[in-house]
């Protein structure tokens, strides 16, 4: 017990601060971009006014998750100050209880971007009515309705979305922990590269299209168990070698 807490601190210290730095630094781009480029918000409706800024935002929220995921790939490969790997070669836990430790970590730090995420468009609808423009009891409630990547941050009342979050959210967490086992042991991490790939995807999916969420879900869930399964099998060799020599 007393290893795993040491794990747990180990991966926190290396990705907390740091994954609040890119969060920070992303709700300020996302926020100067939108202020500059609002629409004027006493002639145009919320809706109007985050339309022509979508494409924009979506970017930046698709380059604030890869660089997080990279950051919590890195977890256990670091070779300059801090050491990582050389902690935990002196820990010497079975590679299956590391994945597990670091992949409880990276879940949360991935819930953790999906919250703040929400919260900066939540900011967005008020620097727009900062700057002059109506919010009423159900201006934000239509606007995530009437935007596809407002909503996959806050779906409301859709069910099926919530799920296929925390399902997307879980996967890549044990995806970027599996793959970070496989670089620490110079393997390849396709996987969570290939996770990262769909995400943009997954940012702006069409509301109320339960087809696709399933989809989604079921795609990291595949993904995250392959991952997982060959992180496995370079845990295993290794064992196996020990034993023989």
Partial sequence: MKQHKILFQLFLRHTAWKVLLILL??????????????????????????????????????LTFAVIVGL???????????RTDYLLDRLAMPPKEVILCQGICNTLAILLFWAAEALILLGLCW????????????????????????????????????????????????????????????GKAIGIFCLIGCSGAIFRCPMGNLALDVFYSLLALSIAAVTLYNAAQIGKEEDHEEETS
């Fill in 127 to 186: 620097l727009y009515g900062a700057k002059g423009g109506y919010l009423g009891p159900q201006t934000i409630f239509l606007a995530t309705w009437q935007n596809d990547l407002l909503h996959s941050f806050l779906p409301m009342e859709e069910v099926s979305r919530w799920a296929r979050n925390l399902i997307w959210s879980l996967s890549v967490g044990f995806a970027a922990a599996a793959g970070s086992a496989q670089l620490r042991r110079k």
């Fill in 25 to 62: 630094a992303s709700a300020a781009l996302q926020g100067g971009l939108f202020w500059l480029g609002m629409p004027d918000p006493t002639e145009n409706s919320l809706e109007v006014a985050l339309a022509p800024m979508v494409s924009r935002l979506w970017w930046i929220v698709l």
């Fill in 72 to 82: 919590l790939l890195s977890a256990s490969t670091v070779r300059g100050k801090g």
